[in-house]
């Protein structure tokens, strides 16, 4: 008997997976799709609301709600190319017979164009609708922008919904402003969350399965926010299956979000007392079999036990749940990040006492780690990998992997060029590379890579987690903050100022090359003469210490510069150092550059 049995229910009320039966419909969801269907919208939208509020299902619900008058295409993926956005756009207006992988991005268009304009003549409006938008390259923004106005008399009748968190707002592209309108959806207030239980209970053939007190604690502890209110419901329902309760109270709710929160750290013995003593027991329905207390607590250690392996183990591990004593400061993405956080799998109950492991611990070479930025974490102790997330609520592991053996400690910045082969930088640079090693783990890294680019740490477990300062992390922020402005303002003795007397230039396929400082600021002298107005955009830092050499610290960020000169878009590492004697000084050791168009795949 699995909980669905216990509770008579026809299918998981708490899945996280979108299911339209489920969709609950609150008032700020009505209001958005009340604007979507308005003949006065402007053609971009802004939905924003705090990661977790159910931004994406009100994304997938577009296509039923505005069915009767406006085409909808959905981007999940902000990290696609223009044709890739394309063909995604014709596979949902219903043409995927028309186009394979290899048809050209300018032959997609010329369908896009003529599929569009078969709809505005038929009186029906376009919604071009894109996820995860504070991950979105201004470049792709700026395709994105040039889809809703290819033609005049589109005016009006194309839109474009982008979708993101209220933190930061998309990348700006330079001399495209658009009229824009803001939606929001704000988390559940106390009065949603009970409907919305009872809606996706409603569904599965119950009535109500939580006690006023557990649906007031589901309302706090999860911060309104029905991603999490599903992880906690759902386990709450397994707790209380576990110790034969037909309904779920508080003392359930506090087991479910201990078991989610900090699972390595649990006391089960003292849950469950706690469980027993506060949670009055109603009687069982005459049709159910009795079993005995203690049964029943075997099978919740048992159920919670192996909760706590899943988490621990898999790849699809839930999120920590927001806590005010959990919160971290949170940034803007770095390395993009498509990965979507993936439902929890059907729980299996295992009985065999199994202990649980401990979670890895978070590696603190990590000073920051922004929302949205992926790193690969290489234990050379174990030969395992550990990948890293940013989420708006703090660091999270998402997923582990075995790796082969590598033999040179540092940095490895792993990337997917135009050939099939990776490449791969590392610093400290070695006489050898570990091609082959590199090679091994690409099969293992190419399902991970969102996007091109993946900081990669190695270094023996035992030094993986150094107390984190937060000094060198303020230190090393300035210095980027000066460094970008010198770039901006076009102040070349003051950026030649950042770097060391001597540092090494890496550029992908070619050789690194020595610059004397001196040299560099007279390159930078003529340059500034010539270059006229600097337009640079840039995210915020992910910044990495070195977890062998303290003086040596990483900074990686993405970067779009244009000037009459040149025009960069793409990917640098700036690698610190600060002087063995002297003044607690941090300049560039040494740079890497990898630009975005030799990282776009075939």
Known sequence: ?????????TDRPFKNTYDGRFFYRTTAAR?????????TTPPLLHLKGWHKVGKTSILHRLTDELKKTVKVALILNPHLTLAEMLRQTLTDFGQSHKISPKTPEKELLSYYQNEVSSFLAKGLKVLLAVDNVDELPPARLADLYSLIKLEPKWQGQVRLLLC?????????????????KELELPPL????????????????GANSLFSRAAIKALGEYSEGRPEFINRLAERALIVAWSSKQWKVEKAQVKIARASLKAP????????????SNDVPRPSQPTKKKQH????????????LALGVICWSRSDKAPLPLPSPELAEETAPNLIPSPLMIPPDEDLTIVTDGTAAPQLPALPSQLLT????????????????????????QKTSLKAEITTPVFKT?????????????PFIFQYPPARNLPLAEAEALWPRLITLLPQNILPVIVAPGTILNTSKDLKITAAIKTKIKAWVQAQQYRLPDTLASLYASSFQFFELSKSPRHIDREDFRQALNSEARTSGEVKLTTSQPLIIRDPKKNHLVWAIFNIKYESKLRNDLGLRVLIFEKPLMGQNNWLIRAELWLPEKSLKRN
């Open 292 to 303: 005995s207390r203690k049964g029943g607590w075997l099978i919740l250690g048992a159920t």
């Open 189 to 204: 207030n106390e009065s949603e969350v009970e409907e919305y239980l009872t809606a996706r209970l409603k569904v599965t």
């Open 164 to 180: 993101g968190t209220p933190e930061r707002p998309w990348p700006v592209v330079p001399n495209m402003l658009i009229e824009l």
């Open 369 to 392: 780690l922004p929302q949205g930025s992926l790193v690969l974490v290489v234990d050379q102790t174990t030969n395992t990998g550990r990948l890293w997330q940013g989420d708006a």
């Open 264 to 275: 390595q750290n649990i006391n089960y013995d003292s849950l469950a007392e706690t469980a």
């Open 409 to 421: 400690s540092g940095l490895y910045v792993f990337g997917r060029p135009r050939s099939n082969n």
């Open 1 to 9: 008997m699995d909980y669905l049995e216990h509770f008579n229910l």
């Open 31 to 39: 209001q958005i799709f009340q604007n979507l269907k308005a003949e």
